[in-house]
């Protein structure tokens, strides 16, 4: 990932008081949800907070129904993203809090996914597929 396209925008968001949005990123890359990590930090502050987990299974843990928003990597080793996709589901996160992320060109993510399945589909490498995923973070951050 050369990351070129993960420009943090700070102040571009206007959030609401309370209770950070959680979110919970299951990828094998550690540079990549790092990445993340600074531009939810730099976009939302202490509006959002970033779990990361390498492990698909040790992620199990911590999920449930107070997840606001599951990013999964399709290409999770062992485990599988599918698998935790459907895990996911079964610990309370509903289907419109999860979106499965894969360096996949994004048609075929569509037809693994179809329209219903998840929040959303996003191509790793695409920009603006990254530019349509910042536009469904502002969503869930400024929901109450």
Known sequence: MSGSYLRPVSGEVPVTAG????VVFVDESPLYAESWRAVLACRYGPAVSFEF???PIAALDALGPDVSLLLVDLELPLFGGRKLFERAKERGVTCRRIVILSSRPAEDLHQLFPDGSCLAVI???EANQQNAFLMILDSIVKRH
């Open 123 to 125: 191509n790793k490498t």
């Open 53 to 55: 987990h390498r492990d």
């Open 19 to 22: 209770k950070p949005k959680r």
